[in-house]
Structure formats: structure tokens, C-alpha cells
């Protein structure tokens, strides 16, 4: 079993882009995805800090961060990767969802999304930064060798806890 962290919209929220990634290491999350909108250096920061495998593309408002590419592994979208034997694309904009990978990972709309079409799996995490609504958000992804949930963690700013709703695929 394989669990990945995805993480996007961070903004200007370096408190609550900590919060979510320690929630989900505690988890047992193995790496993290951050589909972008970083908008400050200490979010880089913070994942490249996170003791993790990370991997993460620039989003619409990270322009000024574009200066960092090097120090950070940070990639224009879209970025193909693996987990293991399964193929990846990840994203900001939702301009690339066609089902040519196993897993599509985006953010920008700031809205929790999970679907399957054909046989790609879809995951837009929603926003880390309480922005467009009330909770702060972040998912898991774990992929067993029968099946694939998607956890969709959410929390007020100002609660400790996390509360979660599952997603089941299977394969």
C-alpha cells in the first residue's frame, strides 16, 4: 500500500499548508503532491522541509516564484511523474484532463473533486487556505493492490481536527 498527500491553493496560508501536512504524515503519507498556487517562498519552503518526497507545479499566482525553480522540485504544468508503476500528470489550471495517465492531480478551482473516467482517476485536493469557503482541505491517496480511496480531509482554521470523507475506486 502506497500513500500520497495532495495539497493545493496554499496562498498565502503557511499555517494551514503545516497543519495539512502533518496531518497527513501522520497518516503514513510517503510523499506529497502540491498542484500549486504557493504564492510565497515559505510555502516552498515548508514542503521542501516536510521530511517527504515532494512534488509540486506552478500555479496561476506564482509567477514571482518562478526565480526558484532550481532550489525547489517545482515544474511547469503539465508535469508527468510515476508512484510506483502507476503514471501520473499533475496540474494547476484544469486546461489537461484527458484520461491519458492513471492519475490526474489539479487545483485552481478551490473545490474538493474526485471522479473516475475511463480508467484515469481524477483528484482535485481543494483549497489549503480557507479562501472561497470555510474549512481548509487537503486529500490522501492511498492505492492498494485491489483498490484506490481517496480521503478528503477538511477542518474550520481554527479546529485541531480534521473530519474526512472516503472515495473507493476500485480496480
Request: proline share 4%; charged share 25%; net charge negative.
Amino acid at each position: 500500500m502506497t500513500k500520497i498527500a495532495i495539497v493545493s491553493d496554499s496562498h498565502f496560508k503557511s499555517d494551514l499548508l503545516s497543519e495539512a501536512i502533518e496531518h497527513l504524515k501522520s497518516l503514513g503519507c510517503e510523499a506529497v503532491i502540491h498542484c500549486g498556487d504557493f504564492q510565497t517562498l515559505e510555502n516552498m519552503q515548508i514542503l521542501h522541509n516536510c521530511a517527504l518526497p515532494y512534488v509540486s507545479v506552478f500555479g496561476n499566482n506564482d509567477y514571482e516564484l518562478l526565480e526558484y525553480q532550481g532550489n525547489f522540485k517545482i515544474y511547469k504544468e503539465p508535469h508527468y511523474f510515476k508512484i510506483g508503476e502507476s503514471k501520473c500528470k499533475m496540474m494547476h489550471l484544469p486546461y489537461y484532463l484527458t484520461p491519458d495517465t492513471d492519475f490526474v492531480f489539479f487545483g485552481h478551482t478551490h473545490q474538493f473533486e474526485t471522479y473516475k473516467k475511463e480508467d484515469t482517476i481524477f483528484i482535485n485536493p481543494g483549497e489549503i487556505c480557507a479562501r472561497n469557503k470555510p474549512v481548509s482541505e487537503c486529500a490522501m491517496l492511498e492505492i492498494k493492490s485491489d483498490c484506490y480511496i481517496i480521503n478528503h480531509y477538511y477542518k474550520h482554521p481554527s479546529d485541531n481536527n480534521y473530519e474526512t470523507k472516503e472515495y473507493k475506486y476500485e480496480k
